[in-house]
């Protein structure tokens, strides 16, 4: 059964420095998203991705943040200038059209010290 | 209001019961409706589309009330591997698809 892939399982990054988390949605899947979750909490919307470009995003999705789908089967989220606040799981997400169920990932923890 | 809400729980429930979850929507546009189920650190899985015309999928049957905004899950003959939380997802259509979670509704069946 296909499913979506996401590395690494675990980012450890001091406050400042910038990460890309990867992802490989899958393959026949148009829609692509990410998502986060601090501990305890719900999960957040960041932004989605069809037709190689964002189609929406949240508050959440600021200037820190990019998406990018630099070849035919990655899609990756840069965080520049790391906070502790974005200490969390990032999730990973696609969907074969945008109003259907989408499929996650396994996330990325992300612990920025 | 908050655009989705979901009883948080827990639901502490034995074998073999039936239990109910709603989750509520506050706007009208909202186009889709899921159940997924998400494990202690772990991703959400889908679980279910919803329909107006409901759909039952095994021990699992899901309904929207449009006029209501609100959909439910019902889970019967309850099992121990069913002990999840349950996220309400709900995506809102205007012109693109923004997905809002709940916050999750946490079941504990016991034996």
């Known amino acids: 059964e296909p499913e979506v892939t996401q590395t690494p399982s675990h980012q450890v990054t001091q406050m400042g420095q910038e990460v890309i988390l990867r992802c490989v949605p899958i393959?026949?899947?148009?829609?692509f998203y990410w998502y986060r979750q601090i501990l305890g909490q719900k999960v957040e919307f960041l932004v989605s991705?069809?037709?190689?470009?964002?189609?929406?995003k949240s508050e959440i999705f600021d200037d820190q943040f990019s998406v990018e789908r630099p070849d035919g089967s990655n899609f990756t989220l840069k965080i520049r200038s790391t906070k502790l606040e974005d200490s969390a799981m990032y999730f990973c997400?696609?969907?074969?059209?945008?109003?259907?169920?989408?499929?996650f990932g396994p996330g990325t923890r992300l612990t920025v010290t | 209001r908050k655009e989705v809400e979901q009883d948080p729980g827990p639901f502490n429930v034995p074998e073999g019961a039936t239990v109910a979850f709603n989750c509520t929507y506050s706007?009208?546009?909202?186009?889709?409706f899921f159940w997924y189920r998400q494990d202690c650190r772990k991703e959400p899985k889908l679980l279910m589309s919803?329909?107006?015309s409901g759909n039952e999928d095994g021990r699992f049957t899901a309904q929207l009330n449009r006029a209501s905004q609100y959909i439910s899950l019902l889970i019967r003959d309850s099992k121990l591997s069913d002990s999840a939380t349950y996220l309400c997802?709900?995506?809102?259509?205007?012109?693109?698809?923004?997905?809002?979670f709940g916050r999750g509704t946490s079941l504990i069946v016991h034996p």
């Open positions: 997400a696609s969907s074969v059209g945008g109003g259907a169920g989408q499929y």
């Open positions: 393959s026949n899947h148009l829609y």
């Open positions: 991705f069809y037709n190689n470009e964002i189609s929406e």
């Open positions: 706007n009208s546009a909202s186009q889709s």
């Open positions: 919803v329909y107006s």
């Open positions: 997802v709900v995506i809102r259509s205007g012109g693109s698809y923004i997905p809002t």
